[in-house]
């Protein structure tokens, strides 16, 4: 009887935390901001992954709440760490954005977290690893151009263009001036600018 209480009592958490996320994105879109914040920090304090990762939006952006980008990335690692893949990503760029770049551990966890995020498919987490290690100290090219192609299939102009670059110059691929056209031509078909500009 105690464990089927219990179990009743965290359905009942998860489900309220549930309603009052989706309460909090209805809000947000009617533009009651404080509303909206107030929701979401509700069920994130509760332990809800994907309310946490919008409180962290909410302090990112100053929506409904003071701007505050230590209190935003304080959630996005709470969501992270919960396997939330766009919450990886935000919080994996504000560790290399905002921290000294000399303070390896941090280096490393922001690298992991943005792998998790790639993997699960988030563009913009694979477009930024792409540039992230084809510009590193170290570069790895091969590395770099696998979530460059791995962002253009998933319809990112600027990886494109980039994995176009790589088949010019040969960057963890054999160059390839045909190859190169082809990308740069569904960049610039997609509007890049940068990939215009090289095909002339």
Not at 172 to 178: E, F, M, P, S, T
Request: proline share 2%.
């Amino acid at each position: 009887l105690e464990e089927a209480a219990f179990q009743l009592q965290q359905i009942f958490r998860i489900d309220i935390s549930i309603a009052l996320n989706i309460l909090g994105i209805e809000s947000m879109r009617a533009g009651h901001y404080r509303v909206a914040y107030t929701c979401f920090k509700l069920a994130a304090d509760r332990g809800y992954c994907k309310a946490q990762f919008n409180v962290g939006l909410c302090y990112e952006h100053g929506r409904g709440t003071e701007k505050d980008l230590e209190k935003a990335a304080f959630y996005y690692y709470h969501a992270a760490s919960s396997c939330h893949p766009m919450a990886q990503y935000r919080y994996a760029r504000y560790l290399l954005c905002h921290k000294p770049e000399n303070e390896w551990d941090r280096h490393q966890k922001a690298v992991t977290f943005l792998e998790q995020a790639a993997m699960a498919g988030i563009t913009e987490a694979q477009a930024y690893l792409g540039v992230f290690y084809m510009r590193g100290l170290q570069p790895k090219e091969e590395r770099g151009l696998k979530y460059l192609l791995l962002a253009a299939k998933n319809g990112d102009a600027q990886s494109r263009y980039h994995v176009g670059v790589c088949y010019e110059k040969g960057l963890g691929v054999q160059q390839n001036l045909a190859e190169a056209m082809k990308h740069y031509r569904q960049s610039a078909a997609a509007g890049n600018r940068n990939a215009r500009e090289r095909l002339r």
